[in-house]
């Protein structure tokens, strides 16, 4: 199958382009404004220049893509649209307006539009993910903190707010936002221990919880957790992290697993929907 790789920044592209080769996929990397890192044999093509991405798509009779990494929201203001970009203009700040739900299902009603249908990751390279099954060592504490975080995010889902939060002890210290989960996490290690409720004597405690949106579109914006996280996880003294099974994509999936044994934290993926 021929698929556009139309990649944001972070680590995930290059792995998900490498799992597509796997499976005899014929990809063309596409690393959408200032992405990094820069793909090999890649193309770039500002957010903005949707014509340009199109005139691409139909030139190498691509018919499928999938989104993948991170991109910053853009301000209006600051966007350069070619002439297919003026068209949909309206209908992108309306999306953007609504959330970033909203506007991934507009993007791809647009590709649609085109006669482009968008995949997901978890489909076409189902290695990147994990089944149901827990690594580690969980206690009674641990999965009721979990439960409380599964919770806390369906409350939140219909908020378009972030897919992650940390509950320790049964308290709720952090809800991912904008900032995303790592910038919740370093929060957190900044916090004073009488306020994270860390122990002072070292002993972990508390969980990383992760999980889409309910009714999410799982072509898009997939949970992912993956090195740097982990380490993270681990820097703010929590005992591990949960997540929805086949529902979330593991970056560097050996690397991310010795990191875990190497602070003696738990992973669980957990069926819930």
Known sequence: MRIGLLAGSGHIPSQVLQGLLAHNHDVFPIMLGRA???????????????????????????????????????LIRDLRPDLYGLRILPRIARALRQGDDALLREVASILENEGVSCLSVLDMVPELS????????????????????????????????????????????AMEAIEGTDQMLKNICALPP??????PQGSRSGVLVKAPKIQQDMRFDIPTIGPQT???????????????????LLASPENSMQLLRDHKMFLLSKEIF
């Open 130 to 173: 994990l089944e149901a099954g827990h690594w580690g060592v969980l206690s009674a504490r641990h999965l009721e903190d979990i439960e409380k975080g599964f919770q806390a995010l369906a409350v939140t889902s219909s908020l378009d707010m972030g897919q992650g939060c940390v509950v320790r002890d049964g308290i709720l210290l």
């Open 194 to 199: 009488q306020r994270s409720r860390r122990d």
């Open 36 to 74: 990094s890192p820069v793909l090999e044999k890649s193309i770039s093509i500002p957010i903005d220049r949707p014509g340009r991405l199109f005139s691409y798509l139909r030139r190498h009779h691509i018919k499928h893509v999938i989104l993948v990494g991170s991109l910053e929201r853009p």
């Open 230 to 248: 982990i380490k993270l996880t681990a820097e703010a003294g929590l005992a591990g992290i949960a997540v929805v099974a086949k529902n979330f």
